[in-house]
């Protein structure tokens, strides 16, 4: 019995932490920025579906008004594939969002990476996160975590066979996700501070920062 219980805390840890923060794109309130977090690319180098719906979203939250700028954070670790470049293309190309208003994170190799960064290298506080939903509650506690005021935007897939086992699968991610929270405390790598968000939301419209 204290195995079982032992082996759901992490995920409830996931769920308690982040009760009340998960959104949709039409109720999402507003932030400074959205975080977009990689989700693979097809063998053409173009973004996977689920990782096309995301940006999608984004793209949504932009264009209404609900964030000032993107941050496409993913893979670049080996030559070939790089998730932010394939990111940032199809927010601008497919998606009509202006190109200096996408910054991109070439080392969010996981989620706790993309979260770190993003508060210590690129000085995000507080963010709209979006990715799946079976995702964004464990993003968000990680998120909240690194120290970002964040709340989820969770897009809805149709419950496929690849759903359902991604489901369980962050059953398993969440017990990585208490670890990396309670001892990794640094990104895998850190680098310098990275100005390009705030030269956009110093330069943008006011209106967006306030989350309501």
């Given at each position: 019995?204290?195995?079982?219980?032992?082996?759901?805390?992490?995920?409830?840890?996931?769920?308690?932490?982040?009760?009340?923060?998960?959104?949709?794109?039409?109720?999402a309130?507003?932030?400074?920025?959205?975080?977009?977090?990689?989700?693979?690319?097809?063998?053409?180098?173009?973004?996977?579906?689920?990782?096309?719906?995301?940006?999608?979203?984004?793209?949504?939250l932009?264009?209404?008004?609900?964030?000032?700028?993107?941050?496409?954070?993913?893979?670049?670790?080996?030559?070939?594939?790089?998730?932010?470049?394939?990111?940032?293309?199809?927010?601008?190309?497919?998606?009509?969002?202006?190109?200096?208003?996408?910054?991109?994170?070439?080392?969010?190799?996981?989620?706790?990476?993309s979260?770190?960064?993003?508060?210590?290298?690129?000085?995000?506080?507080?963010?709209?996160?979006?990715s799946?939903?079976?995702?964004?509650?464990?993003?968000?506690?990680?998120?909240?975590?690194?120290?970002?005021?964040?709340?989820g935007?969770?897009?809805?897939?149709?419950?496929?066979?690849?759903?359902?086992?991604?489901?369980?699968?962050?059953?398993?991610?969440?017990?990585?996700?208490?670890?990396?929270?309670a001892?990794?405390?640094?990104?895998?790598?850190?680098?310098?501070?990275?100005?390009?968000?705030?030269?956009?939301?110093?330069?943008?419209?006011?209106?967006?920062?306030?989350?309501?």
């Amino acid at each position: 019995m204290a195995a079982a219980v032992l082996a759901t805390l992490p995920s409830a840890w996931v769920y308690t932490s982040t009760e009340g923060r998960v959104r949709t794109v039409e109720n999402a309130p507003h932030a400074p920025v959205a975080v977009v977090f990689g989700a693979g690319l097809r063998a053409d180098g173009e973004p996977s579906g689920w990782l096309a719906h995301r940006l999608d979203a984004a793209a949504e939250l932009y264009h209404d008004g609900r964030v000032r700028a993107l941050l496409v954070t993913g893979d670049n670790s080996r030559e070939g594939y790089n998730e932010p470049e394939a990111m940032r293309r199809y927010l601008v190309a497919e998606r009509g969002v202006p190109a200096a208003h996408v910054v991109a994170d070439y080392a969010g190799f996981n989620t706790w990476n993309s979260c770190a960064r993003a508060h210590d290298v690129f000085g995000v506080t507080r963010a709209l996160l979006v990715s799946q939903e079976f995702h964004v509650r464990r993003a968000l506690a990680l998120c909240e975590a690194a120290g970002i005021e964040a709340w989820g935007v969770g897009v809805h897939e149709w419950r496929s066979p690849l759903w359902i086992y991604s489901g369980l699968r962050e059953m398993a991610a969440s017990f990585t996700a208490a670890w990396d929270a309670a001892f990794t405390p640094e990104p895998q790598f850190d680098g310098p501070p990275e100005s390009g968000l705030r030269e956009i939301l110093d330069g943008g419209a006011e209106g967006a920062d306030e989350a309501g």
